[in-house]
């Protein structure tokens, strides 16, 4: 995974994400779990612009990162490993419908924060007749756990623990963990 994932330019932090702005300060998104749908779009981003579908070569989804929202609200399942969402990863010769849509540059950061377990990569994504956007977007896509703890918690334990630690988890990315049951519902 990791060749195929070189093909794409790496976003680490807001500044990163100003390269590949518009001319009046919007970002797009490529959304593929939740943000498929624009009422859960919204409720993060209440003043994104243009939501459409699109196709996103090159990738596929997998259950395969433990969320610690589920533990925050109390609907992961330990017991039975039900503790995934949604993630991307890099698969040629495969293709996922997604959504696009724009926030402003000053959104960028909440967003950050609200995947910050992922790997920001620009992609292109198509339309419906396989025309290119004229705008690269970003897709959150898999991590690996010793990037995420260098990259986004620098090598900080602590800043770890207070993410996924203190939910008894030492392991985000996990090739036999299952979605966590009320998350689907976006399905």
């Given at each position: ?54 196709v ?6 997998v259950?395969a ?43 960028v ?12 990569l ?11 956007f ?39 990315w ?14």
């Amino acid at each position: 995974m990791a060749a195929a994932t070189n093909q794409y330019r790496e976003l680490n932090d807001a500044a990163d994400f100003d390269s590949i702005a518009s001319a009046d300060g919007y970002v797009s998104i490529a959304g593929f779990g939740s943000l498929l749908s624009e009422r859960s779009a919204r409720s993060t981003f209440p003043n994104l612009q243009n939501f459409r579908v699109a196709v996103l070569r090159g990738f596929r989804r997998v259950f395969a990162h433990t969320a610690p929202i589920f533990f925050e609200r109390g609907i992961a399942r330990m017991e039975t490993k039900e503790i995934s969402s949604l993630s991307v990863e890099p698969c040629p010769g495969e293709f996922i419908i997604v959504t696009v849509f724009e926030i402003h540059q000053s959104e960028v950061s909440a967003f950050i924060e609200r995947e910050n377990e992922f790997r920001f990569l620009v992609v292109v994504p198509e339309d419906l007749y396989g025309k290119p956007f004229s705008h690269p977007s970003v897709v959150c896509s898999r991590y690996s756990d010793e990037e995420y703890r260098l990259v986004r918690c620098k090598g900080n334990e602590e800043i770890f623990f207070q993410r996924y630690g203190r939910y008894n988890i030492d392991k985000i990315w996990q090739d036999d963990i299952l979605p966590c049951r009320l998350y689907l519902r976006h399905w």
